[in-house]
């Protein structure tokens, strides 16, 4: 019963955040700031990484018509210096085996390919370690899906309500959210507000 209903909130939340990736890709930055101001995915982000999320357009998340089989995460860029793809796509099979994932295959143009570049500024600093943690790492690595904690907190935590964090630098104490930000807040309350009334 409980999946019926997640499958239902999930389905009349998908045209309010269709609304809202539409409302935010002429917003310039807003994904790369969203994702800078997370704490946790910020804790990853390598410096060109960072430069390279400033083409990222949309950021979306499918579940799978079985909630409990998976779900995907797209990332949708404008051309840029980087790679050749215009959509990446990490995907959660989260059946009744052990969970597997899938990423997208990155097609880097020459000199960019930011997974090297970061190995390679971690050996030249003289550190022994593995390779940091990176968010184009994390994108790759498909080893433990089961623990993919970058995944879990774009899919539960920063996809639901990016505005949290988009709106982090320009907030302080006398200062509220503008009123160029009433749409996002309508539609957020709106998807959240179609979920609660069907759950009855």
């Known amino acids: 019963h409980f999946l019926k209903v997640e499958q239902k909130y ?40 960072e430069e390279c999320l400033h083409y990222l357009t949309t950021v979306e998340v499918e579940e799978f018509d079985d909630i409990k089989s998976g779900y995907r995460i797209k990332l949708t860029f404008d051309e840029n210096p980087f790679f050749e793809n215009t959509q990446l ?20 143009k020459p000199d960019n390919d930011l997974l090297n570049k970061v190995k390679t500024k971690s050996q030249s600093s003289g550190d022994t370690t593995p390779a940091p943690r990176s968010f184009f790492a994390w994108l790759s690595d498909n080893q433990d899906p089961s623990n993919d904690e970058i995944a879990e907190l774009i899919k539960d935590d920063l ?5 949290q964090y988009f709106l982090v630098p320009e907030m302080d104490e006398n200062a509220g959210v503008s009123g160029d930000d009433d749409n996002f807040d309508d539609i957020f309350e709106e998807a959240d507000d179609a979920g609660e009334d069907n759950e009855d």
């Not at 930055?29 to 060109?48: C, G, K, R, Y």
């Not at 796509?89 to 880097?108: A, M, N, Q, R, Y």
């Open 10 to 49: 999930n389905s009349l939340r998908k045209p309010f955040f269709d609304k809202r990736n539409d409302l935010v890709r002429d917003i310039p930055n807003f994904w790369v700031t969203a994702f800078v101001n997370h704490p946790n995915i910020s804790a990853i982000l390598d410096e060109e990484e």
């Open 159 to 163: 996809w639901p309500n990016p505005l």
């Open 89 to 108: 796509v990490k995907e959660f099979f989260l059946g009744d085996f052990e969970p597997t994932s899938t990423t997208t295959v990155i097609k880097w």
